[in-house]
């Protein structure tokens, strides 16, 4: 029988006090650091082992530096590691710090043991500590220019996963005897993917397995004298005999091109993107053929970001944390009017629905903020949030230009850069770098740009959805609504920027109109172009979807007051967006077999061009966590989500198909007509 795959939710760490004071684990049965003090063993065996308090720093110089470790613990390397950055006036721009734990301790617990010296960071640390659940939990810090991504599950799973180009790597697990699994071969050899050659790693332990192991990764080994007693520690080199194939490292943005890019569209994804990268410094220009920001599938007052879950933790309930964990961290200062984080109620749309959740019930484990079972259903981490207020918040920024009635025709490449043009075949603009927001429209330029053989080689199809708004005043029976609601269809309550732009819009047409400040937005239908609903039918429509929640009708003078709305999304055959850079289809397309061999990451690329698009009807709930995966993408630094997610995202998967699949077809015929002729 196959084994069942762990959870999300994980074992915090059992800490407990050793006779002498000294923080321990009961689990390993080891102390978190020598006793002689985790700040001295910090500094001489793991930043000093890596070279980071030489002078000049191994970091002098650089743009950005990267440092992976094997078991956070405490944090303690972590905080000195920092410390030593914002000593140094050589440092680089952005520290980037990659760290594995199973057991993540507590907050408290953390600040509790860490050092005086360090304390204002760990405090800064501990306010956005994550919940214990598998996955990598990116955390800004020092006005992100410090980027620690803690990656939380079983080290052998999720090294594997990881993508990223570290410096120095610090082996920090606790000792061989007591957790060898920290040391396993394989573990060395997947840490050492990871690393860039020549990239500093140290260690506490000297053990002759773990030398031997980091040996026959690539390492060159030595011993040095020890510390706190200890009569030796450990550093070696990353310095491989062979030749990488598989595993390609991330590359930074080249020095000598510009950090500019365009951007075509600017609905959510367009204006997530524009955030991103103008958050990394990059001059942004934002192209969009409507006359405003947010139009098509961001064209409702509002929506609901919610997380879904799932009784086996699948793709897209993994994308749902770390989208909505990606959205917090996006939001602007002024986010109390753009969104109201609520958990959001989910009770089932029907008699499927019903039985899934209750498989929830017993296979679903997550910490309460973020899922947990009551009576009417399934209470989730959710926030509302307004639209066009967000789109243009992400897009207020000194770096970003944005040009709406400017449609995008042709893109175009000289060997350097990428000109836009428009349908008058003039030029619009000209960058580096290129990302397609445009929803529907982004197949059509593709084709239109001789960039694919036609639009079904990144297919979207268009779901038209009607919502309306109204007062809360005209429905008694959802007045009180007291969060979010979702079955069969959505109940909604406006936060601030939208319900005072639809008043100012109310106000504006009609003068004697009752000033209200709480309106509900309620939905939504699903049609095909082909069949559109007029308004009327829409609101009949999404008016009886809400049968489960309230079968009392609203006030009949509502219909004076109600606003309708139409926003089309664009939604791929798997329902997962694309994400990433698109495929060079010339190579592949002249020998399909051998390309049909290949996996994901051994496609050839068209360079400097991007899409983020076909997010369907979970805009905003992975527009923010799409563009910072882009944006990491572009800037050669860690990946914020795993490797197998990014693969579902990567828009040359639908390319991949199709070639595998014409390859079986012409293998197939071929085997036919063998078969006949016998």
Same mark, same amino acid.
């Given at each position: ?5 762990? =959870? ?39 930043? =000093? ?46 520290? *980037? ?39 990598? *939990? ?13 990656? @939380? ?35 060395? %050899? ?17 053990? *002759? ?5 980091? &040996? ?73 053929? $409507? ?59 029907? $008699? ?10 017993? %296979? ?124 069969? =269809?959505?109940?909604? &309550? ?55 929640? /309230? ?24 329902? @997962? ?51 910072? /995966? ?12 795993? /490797? ?35």
């Amino acid at each position: 029988m196959k084994p069942t795959a762990p =959870g999300p939710l994980l074992a915090e760490a059992d800490l407990s006090v050793d006779p002498l004071g000294h923080p321990a684990s009961a689990l390993y049965g080891d102390i978190y650091a020598s006793r002689a003090g985790a700040l001295g063993q910090a500094r001489a065996v793991y930043l =000093g082992g890596c070279g980071l308090l030489d002078s000049p720093a191994r970091w002098a110089g650089c743009a950005q530096f990267t440092v992976l470790e094997t078991g956070f613990g405490l944090g303690v390397n972590f905080l000195a590691t920092w410390a030593a950055w914002r000593a140094d006036p050589q440092r680089p721009a952005r520290l *980037h710090y990659v760290s594995l734990e199973l057991h993540p301790v507590r907050p408290a617990d953390l600040l509790h043991h860490t050092p005086p010296e360090l304390q204002a960071l760990a405090a800064e640390l501990a306010a956005q500590w994550p919940l214990p659940v598998r996955g990598l *939990h990116p955390i800004a810090l020092d006005g992100g220019r410090v980027q620690l991504l803690l990656a @939380l599950g079983d080290a052998t799973e999720l090294a594997p996963k990881l993508r990223l180009a570290a410096d120095a790597l610090y082996l920090d697990g606790f000792a061989p005897a007591r957790n060898p699994q920290m040391w396993a071969p394989a573990l060395l %050899r997947a840490l050492a993917r990871l690393l860039k050659p020549g990239a500093a790693a140290a260690s506490y332990t000297v053990a *002759h397995a773990v030398q031997n192991g980091l &040996r026959d990764a690539g390492f060159s080994v030595t011993l040095q004298p020890g510390w706190g007693g200890k009569r030796q520690r450990l550093q070696a080199r990353f310095e491989p005999l062979w030749k990488r194939t598989r595993h390609t490292l991330p590359a930074p943005w080249p020095a000598t091109q510009p950090r500019h890019a365009v951007i075509v569209g600017a609905g959510l994804a367009g204006a997530a993107c524009a955030h991103a990268l103008a958050q990394r410094g990059w001059t942004v220009e934002v192209l969009d053929a $409507a006359p405003r920001v947010a139009s098509g599938g961001s064209a409702m007052p509002a929506g609901l970001a919610h997380l879904q879950p799932s009784a086996d933790d699948n793709l897209l309930a993994r994308l749902t944390r770390a989208g909505m964990a990606a959205l917090r961290r996006a939001l602007p200062p002024e986010r109390d009017e753009l969104a109201h984080f609520t958990p959001a109620l989910l009770t089932p749309a029907d $008699a499927l629905d019903a039985q899934r959740m209750r498989d929830w019930r017993d %296979r679903v484990h997550l910490p309460p903020a973020l899922a947990q079972h009551i009576e009417q259903g399934w209470l989730v981490d959710s926030a509302v949030l307004a639209n066009a207020a967000l789109c243009a918040a992400w897009l207020d920024s000194p770096h970003i230009s944005l040009r709406c009635h400017t449609a995008a025709a042709r893109l175009q490449h000289d060997g350097t850069a990428w000109t836009v043009f428009g349908p008058d075949k003039q030029p619009l603009a000209r960058a580096p770098q290129i990302i397609l927001a445009n929803a529907l429209q982004t197949p059509d330029l593709l084709a239109a740009s001789g960039l694919l053989p036609g639009p079904d080689w990144l297919p979207l199809h268009p779901l038209r959805g009607q919502a309306q708004a109204l007062p809360a005043r005209f429905w008694p029976a959802l007045q009180q609504l007291p969060q979010p609601w979702m079955g069969s =269809g959505y109940v909604l &309550r406006l936060p601030t920027a939208a319900a005072r732009r639809l008043q100012a819009e109310a106000e504006a047409n009609d003068t004697n109109t009752k000033t209200d400040t709480d309106w509900l937005l309620i939905g939504a239908t699903f049609e095909t172009e082909a069949r559109p609903l007029t308004p009327e039918q829409a609101w009949t429509h999404n008016r009886a979807s809400l049968a489960a929640l /309230t079968t009392e009708p609203p006030l009949p003078e509502h219909a004076a007051a109600l606003r309708h709305f139409v926003g089309t999304r664009a939604a791929s055959a798997d329902r @997962l967006p694309y994400c990433g850079s698109l495929p060079d289809l010339t190579p592949l397309l002249a020998d399909p077999q051998r390309a049909a061999g290949k996996q994901l990451h051994e496609l050839p690329r068209l360079p400097g061009l991007a899409v983020c698009a076909g997010l369907g009807s979970r805009g905003l709930t992975l527009a923010a966590l799409l563009a910072d /995966t882009l944006a990491a993408a572009l800037e050669g630094t860690p990946l914020p989500i795993e /490797t197998d997610l990014a693969d579902a995202l990567d828009p040359a998967r639908v390319a991949l198909r199709r070639l595998r699949h014409g390859v079986r077809q012409t293998v197939t015929t071929r085997l036919d007509s063998r078969l006949a002729d016998l």
